[in-house]
C-alpha cells in the first residue's frame, strides 16, 4: 500500500491541502498581470502553491501560458540567461521549427552564432556565447514579450528560488538590467518567490533597489491546525486507517504546523499504525523524527559559534529582552552590539527568523525540539 503523506517533492492533488485563499489571489495576479513576490521560510510550501495556481490558471484560461524557472542551481548570471530563454522557446512553441523562427526573428544580434538543437532528453538546448549575452542581454529578456505578441499569448514567468541572485557576482548590475527590461513587459507577468526572508525583503521593498515596488508582496502564512487535523484524518481514512481529531491535533501542533514536518510525521505515524493509531505511537513516531535528524542538528550546531548557541538557548527559554544587561549577563552574549550581530548571523545562516519585528523564531520546530530535549536538557 502507497502512503497517504508526501514530503520532499511538491504537493499535487490529494496531497495539498487548502491554500484557497493563496490561490485565489495568485490566479488574479496571473491573470491581471500583476506582478507577485512570494516569501515564506523553508520548506512552507511556496512551489507547491506557486504550482498548483499554474495549473489551474492554465486550465481555465487557454490565452495564459506559465513558465517556471528554478533558480535553485543557477549559479551564475550566464547560466540565468541560458535557462530562461530556453524555458521561454519552450514553453512559446514545444516545435523546434518553430523556436528556431523565433529565434531568427527576436535573437537576431546573436545569429549566426547561435544554435538550437533538442539535447539527449529532448529538451530545448541554446549555444551561445553567454559572456556575451552577458553585456548585451536586452533581446534575451524582452523574448518571452516578443514570443508573446506574437503568439498572442500572456506569459506568466515563475521563478523559484529568486534569492539565489546574491551568488551572481554583481547581483545589483543584474537587478538592474532585468528590472529595466521586464516593468516594461506588458504580456508578461512575474512571479519571483524565495525563502530568504531578510534578503527579499531588502531587493523588493528597499527604495534604492532597482526591484523596489515591482509587484505584490505576500507573505505565506503556515497552514492552520482546524485544516491539517481534516487533512490527516482524511488521509488515514483513505487507507482505512483510523486517528482521532485530538490525534490529528497532536500531529499538528507537534511540529507547530510546519507543512513539511506534518507530513513526515504523519507518515511515520501512519507506519506505525495498523488500524487505529494508539497515543502512545505519536510520541514514539515524534521521537523517531528526532533521531532522523539528530546527526544533521549536531552539524548545525557544531557550525555555530558559542554565543550563538547561548542566543538560541535564550530563546528556548523564551526570553524577550535579548539585549537587556540581565539577559546578556545570563547567557554570555558579550555586548548588545554583539546581540544584533548574533542575530543577523542566524538569520543569513536561516535557523532564527523575525518574521514579527523584535521577536525572533527559530525556523525549524524539530531543530528547536531537539535543542530543548537533547542538546540543552543534556
Ligand atoms: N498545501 C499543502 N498541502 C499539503 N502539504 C504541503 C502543502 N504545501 C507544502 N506541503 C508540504 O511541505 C513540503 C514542502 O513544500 P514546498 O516544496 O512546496 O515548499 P517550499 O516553501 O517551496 O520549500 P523550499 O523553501 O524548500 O523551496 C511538501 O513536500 C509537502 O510535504
Ligand atoms: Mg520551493
Redo the contacts with the bound molecule.
Keep these: 500500500m502507497s502512503t497517504p503523506f ?6 499535487t492533488d490529494q ?5 484557497k485563499a493563496e490561490i485565489i489571489k495568485l490566479k488574479q495576479n496571473f491573470i491581471s498581470g500583476i506582478n507577485t513576490i512570494l516569501i ?1 521560510p ?8 506557486v504550482k498548483k495556481a499554474g495549473i489551474e490558471v492554465e486550465a481555465e484560461q487557454k490565452s495564459i501560458r506559465i513558465i517556471y524557472l528554478d533558480m535553485f542551481n543557477i549559479r551564475t548570471e550566464e547560466e540565468f540567461y541560458k535557462c530562461l530563454s530556453e524555458a521561454v522557446l519552450k514553453a512559446g512553441s514545444g516545435k523546434l521549427e518553430e523556436s528556431l523562427s523565433f529565434v531568427r526573428k527576436f535573437l537576431k544580434q546573436w545569429i549566426p552564432r547561435i544554435t538550437v538543437s533538442p539535447d539527449a532528453v529532448q529538451e530545448m538546448s541554446l549555444s551561445l556565447n553567454w559572456e556575451e549575452v552577458k553585456n548585451k542581454p536586452d533581446e534575451i529578456l524582452d523574448l518571452a514579450e516578443s514570443i508573446a505578441i506574437e503568439k498572442e499569448l500572456n506569459l506568466v514567468i515563475c521563478i523559484d ?1 529568486f534569492q539565489n541572485l546574491s551568488n551572481f557576482k554583481d547581483p545589483l548590475g543584474f537587478q538592474k538590467k532585468i528590472r529595466s527590461h521586464w516593468q516594461q513587459h506588458q504580456h508578461v507577468t512575474y512571479c519571483l518567490y524565495g ?1 530568504k526572508r531578510h534578503m527579499m525583503i531588502e531587493v523588493f521593498t528597499k527604495q534604492s533597489m532597482p526591484f523596489y515596488k515591482f509587484g505584490e508582496l505576500i507573505f505565506l502564512p503556515k ?1 492552520s491546525t482546524e485544516n491539517w487535523k481534516i487533512f490527516i484524518q482524511e488521509r488515514f481514512l483513505s487507507t482505512h486507517k483510523i486517528l482521532s481529531e485530538q490525534q490529528a491535533e497532536r500531529i499538528a501542533m507537534h511540529v507547530e504546523n510546519h ?2 514536518y506534518v ?1 513526515q510525521l504523519s507518515q511515520i505515524c501512519w507506519f506505525r499504525t495498523s488500524i487505529e493509531l494508539k497515543d502512545e505511537d505519536i510520541e514514539r513516531s515524534m521521537e523517531s523524527l528526532v533521531m532522523q535528524l539528530s546527526l544533521l542538528f549536531q552539524n548545525i550546531t557544531e557550525n555555530l559559534t558559542n554565543t550563538q548557541v547561548n542566543y538560541l538557548k535564550a530563546l528556548i527559554d523564551q526570553v524577550r529582552m535579548l539585549s537587556s544587561k540581565e539577559v546578556i549577563y545570563k547567557y554570555h552574549l558579550g555586548s548588545s552590539a554583539n546581540v544584533s550581530r548574533i542575530r543577523e548571523a542566524l538569520i543569513n545562516k536561516e535557523i532564527i527568523d523575525d518574521q514579527v519585528a523584535g521577536n525572533p523564531e527559530l525556523q525549524d520546530p524539530v531543530y528547536k525540539y531537539w535543542l530543548k530535549n537533547y542538546y540543552f536538557s543534556r
Design positions: 508526501m514530503f520532499g517533492k511538491l504537493a496531497n495539498f491541502t487548502n491554500r515564506s523553508r520548506r512552507w510550501g511556496k512551489s507547491s502553491l528560488e525563502s497552514i507543512p513539511y507530513q
